[in-house]
């Protein structure tokens, strides 16, 4: 049983503003991945950090960012948002040096 | 674009029979994932199979991977109605940082 949580399961935004998503990690697992997923699309990959710091990114502008805390839980900050910004937002989290990682139920984001 | 593609993009089978779904990537990999999402919710893990493996089974479930073709397929056998979910293939790169990238995934219906 996964023990990532996101908060919060739905939010609609309007288009311009700003959107701050959370994600709690599985206990002992100091990575975690964002992921974006359009309808009908498979998940494409925004960022990961490990132990605070971003070590990989994917084909996201700048205005797509994010922390990772001391306790390993995680935010993603999305300003200016956009219309195409509209999709389920993923976390995942994985212990470092394993593959497996496992998924948090999701922000379905609505832009309006 | 993505570095995995699935085919085929729907399949609908009934209960009872062997469903086969296929996964092509891009580039050179270590491993390769296979994971499970009902509904738009999280993606649950079901396999990995190492770059130096060519099958693996987990219960109903047989994996292969063909380096030499850049392609790996998931079977699931004796597919029941609660098999019917969204299935994707996922690799890990190491390019300007870490990345993963799931393909479009196969969209299974296991008809009761």
């Known amino acids: 049983e996964t023990g990532v949580t996101q908060s919060p399961t739905h939010l609609i935004k309007t288009r311009g503003q700003q959107v701050t998503l959370r994600c709690s990690s599985q206990s002992g697992h100091n990575t975690v991945s964002w992921y974006q997923q359009a309808l009908g699309q498979g998940p494409q990959f925004i960022f990961q950090y490990y132990r605070e710091e971003e070590n990989g990114r994917g084909n996201f502008p700048p205005r797509f960012s994010g922390l990772q805390f001391p306790n390993y839980s995680s935010e993603l900050n999305v300003n200016a948002l956009e219309l195409d910004d509209s999709a389920l937002y993923l976390c995942?989290?994985?212990?470092?040096?394993?593959?497996?990682?496992?998924f948090g139920q999701g922000t379905r984001l609505t832009v309006v | 674009s993505q570095q995995g593609e699935e085919d085929p993009q729907a399949l609908s089978i009934q209960e009872g029979e062997n469903a086969t779904m296929n996964c092509s990537y891009k580039?050179?990999?270590?491993?390769l994932q296979w994971y499970r999402q009902n509904s738009g919710r999280g993606l649950v893990h079901l396999i990995l199979i190492r770059s130096n493996e060519r099958e693996k089974h987990s219960g109903r479930l047989r994996v292969t991977l063909d380096t030499s073709k850049k392609s790996s397929s998931l079977l699931i056998t004796a597919s029941r109605a609660a098999d019917t979910a969204s299935y994707f293939c996922?690799?890990?790169?190491?390019?300007?940082?870490?990345?993963?990238?799931f393909g479009a995934g196969t969209r299974l219906f296991v008809k009761a």
């Open positions: 996922a690799t890990a790169l190491m390019s300007g940082g870490f990345k993963t990238i």
């Open positions: 995942a989290s994985r212990r470092s040096g394993r593959t497996e990682a496992f």
């Open positions: 580039t050179s990999i270590n491993n």
